[in-house]
């Protein structure tokens, strides 16, 4: 991260180490003190704020280029790719939380809601063990949980029509 970003150093620039679980109300506080103490909030647009999670997400996609299919673990990773590699994904993490604060949005609860629609898109009784696209399964529910079904993610796209699992 350089320039106007999110966090840096350790720990997100607090200074202090964290050893338990940390929520994402306390990342999302701790970063808007972060941006709010260096005068950056005026670059957090959400705009801004997705295309730096963008080229993030890009870092992380480097580090896996070039390595073909990584099994779980990492076995024959060293120390210093397993560090770079948690580098690369608090970078994401935390534009991801930035993002959500500045659009109002309450990632947690967003999360947990899409794990709810996406259990009705995907039934265990009927895709276990089945990487196939929800349109495949008979659902005649609503699985998106908006009655207007109009969001591109949960309905019936052509478009989208590849035989992996999304989110």
Not at 48 to 57: H, I, P, S
């Amino acid at each position: 991260m350089n320039g106007g970003e999110v966090g840096e150093g350790e720990n997100g620039g607090g200074g202090e180490s964290v050893t338990a679980a940390v929520g994402l109300d306390v990342l999302r506080k701790r970063m808007a003190d972060f941006a709010r103490e260096r005068d950056w909030e005026q670059f957090h647009s959400p705009r801004n704020l997705l295309l730096a999670l963008v080229g993030e997400v890009g870092e992380l996609s480097e580090i896996f280029q070039w390595k073909g299919e990584v099994p779980k673990g990492l076995p024959g990773w060293d120390e210093a790719e397993k560090l770079h590699l948690g580098e690369e994904l608090a970078d994401v993490l935390l534009y991801l939380v930035r993002l959500s604060d500045m659009c109002g949005v309450d990632l947690g609860k967003a999360a947990l809601r899409k794990l709810e629609i996406n259990a009705r898109k995907y039934p265990a009784g009927q895709c276990k063990g089945s990487s196939k696209k929800h349109t495949y399964y008979n659902n005649s529910c609503n699985v998106s949980g908006n009655d207007n079904a109009t969001n591109h993610l949960t309905t019936s796209n052509a478009e989208h029509s590849n035989n992996s699992n999304g989110v």
